[in-house]
């Protein structure tokens, strides 16, 4: 005769000390538990609605003497960033401890940009001024340390016109400036090696691809966004829109894609190997979008905007899904997200650089392994139930301020009264007379070869 015995090992189920958990058995059948549903879809409006309750984003203001006009991330540290104002003054701040780093003294007319070289210890800056000044940068320790006095440019490079925008090579000891044409620049030369100029107008700003060693695309004041390469004397090939895009940033993870930030308060992300049309048209946003950048992941961005609030992007998402504000801050003109993908700055006209958490609610510091289990379930969670009309309301909806809550509606107001207005047109026109364009390529107006 055999008999069947439950064997348990008591060491796997006494508790080492009293703060430990018990360990609970637990059949997932699901003929045993049928209101699972129900008590996920609870636990997933729970989640949503916490995540509301601890969104508490903006963490310190590290203030300036004047109008923040362009921010620089190094990118062989994740606790510094260089901020450049419009009286000429720029900053190295340390994020932890909220102080400068270094003052760096020279420029007399308005920073316009800001780039590090690869090696994270030097940075350029060009200015209204027509000067670009080579800088040596401190190290931001994390410890408590002496703040450093007062630097002075290691070499200084004279433009004809003032500049506009700056961006450095990811690899090269090379630089390019945008202003009256776009100049290449060697740190080892005081003239530019290479000029390449399409039309009189200015161009406003300029950034490398972080693939493709050779090519570059800039944003000009005609209009247009045009694409380079160091190997040829010509610009490779111009896209004309009906309205002028501020600035541009290449995603670091699909290099061949870069978006566009333009002043018709939206974002286009095009491929530059199809220029015809843009992959996604980025909305939300109620005045001219001002600057742009990306995380290092790839999968989302932030960008600024006139309108007095940033707000991040995913990559394929046509509507933000964070919007951040505060009652004191003014335009912003420059944004960067963080090495780590952590952190987000803004530098507005308030005289201030922001700090904001990339992710409202997150829970920052050392957690608990149940903690984190906790935070990824309730992820999970969201995720599973974010079709479901009660969760998708709470986790979409924001606060805005009334100036930018009003203005959206217009706008809401504006398109919905052209889309009647089209509407009625074909309905009252002959069949295939009128040709309606998509989004994504009614802005553009022509390509350039």
């Not at 960033?81 to 007399?108: F, K, M, N, Y």
Request: hydrophobic fraction near 35%; charge should be positive.
């Amino acid at each position: 005769m055999k008999v069947k015995v439950i064997s348990r090992s008591e060491e796997d189920y006494t508790r080492e000390r009293t703060s430990d958990l018990r360990k609970v058995q637990r059949n997932y059948d699901p003929l045993l538990h049928q209101f699972e549903k129900a008590k996920e879809y609870t636990r997933a409006l729970n989640a949503a609605k916490l995540n509301r309750i601890f969104a508490k984003p903006f963490l310190a203001a590290l203030q300036h003497d004047d109008g923040v006009t362009c921010l620089a991330r190094n990118p062989k540290l994740v606790n510094s960033i260089v901020a450049g104002s419009a009286d000429g003054d720029i900053r190295i701040w340390d994020i932890p401890r909220e102080r400068t780093l270094r003052r760096l003294v020279g420029h007399t007319g308005a920073v316009k940009g800001i780039s590090f070289a690869p090696d994270g210890e030097t940075c350029v800056s060009a200015s209204t001024d027509a000067t670009v000044k080579l800088w040596k940068v401190p190290y931001a320790p994390f410890e408590a340390g002496v703040v450093q006095d007062d630097a002075e440019a290691v070499f200084e490079f004279q433009g004809k016109n003032a500049f506009r925008g700056i961006d450095h090579h990811w690899d090269r000891s090379t630089f390019a400036t945008a202003g009256v044409a776009v100049d290449i620049w060697d740190h080892s030369r005081s003239e530019p090696i290479q000029t390449f100029t399409w039309g009189s107008d200015t161009v406003t700003s300029v950034r490398f691809n972080p693939a493709e060693p050779d090519v570059f695309a800039s944003t000009g004041s005609d209009r247009a966004i045009t694409l380079y390469d160091l190997r040829q004397a010509t610009p490779l090939r111009k896209m004309v829109m009906q309205t002028r895009s501020n600035a541009l940033a290449w995603n670091p993870m699909e290099p061949f894609n870069f978006t566009a930030a333009n002043e018709d308060c939206c974002l286009y992300t095009f491929d530059m190997r199809k220029l015809g049309s843009a992959l996604c048209v980025h909305k939300d946003f109620v005045s001219a979008v001002m600057d742009v950048d990306y995380s290092p992941t790839g999968r989302e961005f932030v960008a600024g905007s006139y309108d007095r609030s940033l707000r991040i992007f995913s990559v394929s998402g046509g509507h933000s899904r964070e919007v951040y504000t505060t009652k004191r801050m003014q335009r912003v003109f420059a944004v960067r997200f963080s090495g780590d993908a952590t952190y987000v700055f803004s530098g507005s006209d308030d005289m201030n650089v922001r700090c904001w958490k990339a992710k409202a609610s997150e829970q920052l510091g050392i957690r608990l392994p149940r903690e984190k289990h906790k935070q990824a379930y309730n992820d999970a969670l969201l995720e599973r139930y974010k079709h479901m009309p009660e969760v998708k309301r709470i986790v979409r909806h924001r606060h805005l301020p009334a100036a930018i809550y009003k203005a959206a509606k217009m706008r809401r107001t504006v398109v919905e009264s052209d889309k009647r207005k089209l509407q009625r047109r074909i309905e009252h026109s002959a069949p295939g007379s009128i040709v309606v364009q998509t989004e994504r390529k009614k802005k553009i107006l022509a390509q350039v070869e």
